[in-house]
Structures are given as C-alpha cells and as structure tokens.
C-alpha cells in the first residue's frame, strides 16, 4: 500500500486550473491499497481542512502523527470510483534508522528530495480486513515548480538490500540535462558507496508507458506485480538483481509529456474529487 501526503496536490486537477497560486487550498491525504479488492482514495479540500504543528499534519479527518520515533497514519477516507466505500483505520510506520540525506533533484534547486526513513517497518490496521505488517518506507518531495515544467520523464525505484535499500533516481530535464542518481542506506540510514547499475529498460506498463531501472550489466528487470496503471504513470513491483544479489521493491515511471495534457485533466478528476467546503466542527 501506500500513503501520499500533499500540500499542493501534484497530480490533482483542480490545483492545476487554479493556476497553482495557493498549494494550502489543495491539500489531501492519498491513500492506495493494491491486489484485490484494492482501493484508491484522494479526496482534494481547501484550506479549512488543513491543520499541522510541528508533529503533526492533518486534512480532513486523516491524520500523520510523529510520536515516540514513530509515524502514525490515522485514515478516515472515501475512495474514489469505481469502488467507493469507507477506508478507515491506523497504518504505523517504524524506522529502523533516520537519514539527514537532502538531494537536490534540479540544479536550480526547484525539486528536492529527502528520504527521511529508508528502511523500516509498517503494519497495518484498516476495515475491510487489511490487517498486516511488512517492509516500509518513508520519503518526502519538495518543489517550487510543477514537475511538468522541469521535466519531460521521471523514475524512481526503492529495493531493499542486505542491511539496508538502494535508492535509484533517473530523469530527463526541459533543459535536455538529465538526473542520474543511485543511493544505498544501511538500516540505520546511513549512506554507503554505491556503483550505480545501468540503466535499463523493461516491459511497458498496460497504458504503455515507458519503464527503466538499474539493474546488473546483462540482467533485465521485470515487472512482478502492478500496482496502479494509468495513461501517464505506472506504480508497480518489480524484481531486478543489483550487486549480483535478487531483490524485489516498488518502482515508480512518469510520462510528464502525457501528464501535460489538458485531455488528462477531467479524467483525473474523477478520480480526484474536490471538497473544497470540508471543515473541522471545533
């Protein structure tokens, strides 16, 4: 599964055609199960939905809460079609180790990434009988301009390792630079050297998007599960072999050129409804 927090709401339509002018009225809380039964929920609210304090962010009725070591994920949402019911419950998320790794994404400083949690713990608890505990992963983005304007593709893969994660960034620039970035932490959230694999290219996803990642010298990645398909991105599991070692994580491809469409827009906005009216009652 997994968790999205936003302020200014990347991938909603609404912030698009507000003109990006106020991030705060577009805020949201995504969260996305996978396998059957799976669902898909980011509702976009406005300001009057938005409270946070120094250990706490909260839209809506969800909430992300830091407390003792922990990141603990109240969720009280609707998905959205075609499956629309109540997603209700607690996700926890446990490091192992905590990373001052701050990663600049574009060399005027427009896009950052800092990946706080590289390696940890989540289990959940939510209705519907999602009830589990696993491998996570905790990670934030920063921007001051839209994706779309400063790049024209972009992919990231997380994968667990012995003792730790790798961590690969790959993407082309408007500016025909491109972004080449491989990190490895061990559990404890340190960085350790890395020889960055090469670049390869796997199947596309069902809506043909474009997907690579690194991989050994002669080895092919491959998909192992999809996790959310859509005509301008891909979120899926897949296996691939670094350092001569097997390992299966979670991989993320974005066509901007197609996101860039205004076609795409009122797609998207079924799957992203607005409330802007949504209010605490205190």
């Known amino acids: 599964m997994s968790v999205i927090a936003f302020i200014g709401s990347v991938f909603s339509p609404w912030y698009r055609w507000s003109g990006r002018r106020n991030p705060a009225n577009h805020v949201c809380i995504n969260v996305a199960t996978y396998g059957r039964g799976g669902r898909f929920t980011m509702t976009d609210r406005g300001t009057a939905a938005l409270r946070q304090s120094n250990d706490t962010f909260q839209v809506g009725p969800s909430q992300l809460r830091w407390r003792g070591g922990r990141l603990e994920i109240d969720v009280d949402e609707v998905s959205s079609l075609p499956l629309v019911s109540r997603i209700k419950g607690r996700i926890t998320l446990t490091p192992s180790g905590l990373s001052d790794v701050e990663l600049p994404l574009h060399p005027e400083g427009t896009h950052v990434w800092r990946p706080f949690a590289p390696t940890a713990r989540i289990d959940v608890d939510l209705n519907r009988g999602w009830q589990w505990s696993g491998h996570g992963y905790f990670d934030a983005n920063f921007g001051t301009r839209a994706l779309e304007d400063d790049f024209s593709y972009w992919t990231w893969g997380r994968f667990p390792l012995q003792g730790g994660s790798a961590c690969f960034y790959d993407a082309a620039r408007r500016d025909g630079g491109t972004l080449a970035v491989g990190v490895e932490f061990d559990e404890n959230g340190n960085v350790r050297p890395l020889d960055l694999p090469p670049l390869t290219r796997f199947s596309r996803s069902l809506w043909a998007v474009r997907r690579e990642t690194r991989a050994d010298p002669g080895h092919r990645p491959r998909q192992v599960k999809s996790m959310l398909d859509a005509p301008f991105y891909s979120r899926s599991v897949v296996r691939t072999q670094i350092n001569g070692r097997q390992t299966t994580g979670v991989h993320e ?30």
């Open 253 to 282: 491809a974005l066509d901007l050129n197609r996101f860039a469409s205004p076609l795409l827009k009122p797609m998207l906005a079924v799957r992203v409804p607005r409330r802007a009216g949504w209010r605490f009652e205190d």
